[in-house]
């Protein structure tokens, strides 16, 4: 299958390629349409929106605004055009390229225009050109380089020559795992700064998030680290054990030390995305074999379903003794840890860490808006943690994040207003990725074509 759907990528992508115009004379205008421009929280509606290659360049009332006479035309009528997603703790695998061209075209189909992938490879670069000149369809991407933690990154010489060769490759960022001892991490970070290179991923025990925040991670992931930061002082617990992103700790959390670690994040200017899908994924009460069952399962390699049915049924076992009403509160400390970040605009960006168990690529985003909205943010700020805080993170606002005259036309057209229920943001009609009109229909064709 996996072949298959290679020479059916390479296919699809040269036919996009063939059939279109040069990029800098496709012209689309979206008319009747409900702009959900996302530098604020408002809807524009019956506005029409005209596309010129990979920008945006007229925008405005329908009434005054009209579409160019080459223009494709889009009846937006009761539609909503919105920024695309990025996707900030996503993976690409190893060298398999048939199976991360699948993962960028499922992240396409669903809306997600950016990606940042948190597992580099060497092969990673090559997929970041050739998305980038526009030889395969995919989201913009972003990407590590390979994983740093305490195997590879056993002493302070080793961090500082890894940190040296990440930056030369070209590797957007570093990765942070877990393992990495104080000594090589404090080398890693000096090296990192003088390079002017960021670093992003989980917070290392021996680390500890005062020197995450210290260190100025660009971000935090999984909200790891901090947990163990609101533990009661004096608690009758090893710090060093936390658990699964400190699961084991859950009973000794004082929650009054939240708004200090608050402030002390938004002050350090460190950005968190906190995966709170993944809570459920690994150990909520869903069985496996029901989230196995849903309808986007089919779009992941059988292999690769197996592995994830077994891996969450091991980690079912690993923590059986833990009670159900523990893990849905150890859920709820989270949220509360994320509606606290966002309330002081202490950088909030929306992430699946797809794919993993059970987080299919483009769907795991969606459900992750609806993770953030069910921790407390309204679905105006959890749209915001994939569009404009996306652009802040990467300083990208005057070309991507928002709709606007001059922006970047990287887009998604739903059914239904977002602002009003964050689920709308899934009726996917459309979606434009730098100015490569994708209809419906071709979306249907790509998805149709990943099961042969």
């Known amino acids: 299958m996996i072949h298959t759907t290679r020479r059916w990528l390479c296919t699809i992508a040269f036919a996009l390629a063939a059939a279109a115009p040069h990029a800098q004379d496709r012209v689309t205008a979206f008319v009747n349409i409900h702009v959900v421009p996302m530098d604020r929280d408002a809807v524009l509606r019956d506005h029409t929106v005209v596309v010129r290659g990979d920008r945006i360049v007229e925008l405005g ?14 009846n937006g009528a009761g539609k909503y055009l919105t920024p695309g997603l990025g996707e900030m703790h996503g993976h690409l695998t190893g060298g398999n390229d048939a199976l991360n061209e699948r993962i960028l075209q499922l992240n396409v189909s669903r809306g997600i225009t950016t990606i940042r992938g948190m597992l580099g490879h060497p092969s990673h670069l090559v997929l970041r050109e050739r998305v980038r000149k526009g ?127 608050v402030a002390k994040t938004k002050s350090a200017g460190v950005w968190n995305v906190p995966t709170q899908s ?45 009670p159900l009403e523990k893990r849905r509160h150890f859920e709820a400390i989270r949220a509360r840890i994320i509606k606290a970040l966002d309330d002081a605009d202490a950088g909030v960006l929306l ?5 993993q168990i059970m987080q299919v690529p483009g769907w795991a985003t969606h459900g992750e808006l609806k993770a953030l909205v069910a921790s407390g943010l309204t679905p105006y700020r959890a749209l915001r943690a994939g569009t404009i805080n996306v652009a802040r993170f990467f300083g990208t606002t005057d070309r991507t994040g928002s709709i606007g005259v ?18 709308n943001m899934a009726k996917i009609s459309a979606v434009m990725v730098r100015g490569r009109w994708i209809t419906a229909a071709e979306q249907e064709q790509m998805l149709t074509r990943l099961l042969q």
Do not use: C
């Open 61 to 74: 009332p329908s009434s005054r605004v009209k579409a160019p006479a080459d223009a494709v035309i889009v």
């Open 135 to 261: 030889e395969l369809l995919g989201p913009t991407i972003y990407t590590s380089g390979p994983s740093l933690n305490g195997n590879t990154v056993p002493d302070e010489a080793t961090a500082a020559r890894l940190v040296e060769e990440q930056k030369a490759a070209g590797y957007d960022f570093l990765k942070i795992h877990p393992g990495i001892k104080r000594g090589p991490f404090d080398a890693l970070a000096a090296a990192a700064n003088r390079l002017g290179i960021g670093f992003s991923g989980h917070v290392p025990v021996d680390v500890t998030l005062e020197r995450a925040l210290a260190a100025r991670y660009r971000s935090i992931d999984h909200l790891d680290g901090y947990v163990e930061a609101l533990v009661k002082d004096g608690a009758p617990v090893n710090a060093k054990e936390p658990g699964f992103f400190g699961l084991a700790l859950i009973d000794y959390v004082d929650e009054s030390k939240i708004p200090v670690l």
């Open 278 to 322: 993944l809570v459920p994924a690994f150990m909520g009460s869903e069985t496996t074999d029901a989230l196995a069952s849903r309808p986007e399962m089919k779009y992941v390699p059988k292999t690769m379903t197996d592995q994830w049915i077994q891996a969450r049924n091991n980690f079912l076992q690993d923590i059986a003794d833990v």
């Open 351 to 355: 992430g699946a860490d797809t794919p």
């Open 406 to 423: 001059g922006k970047e036309a990287s887009l998604v057209l739903v059914d239904g207003n977002p602002l009003d229920d964050i689920s």
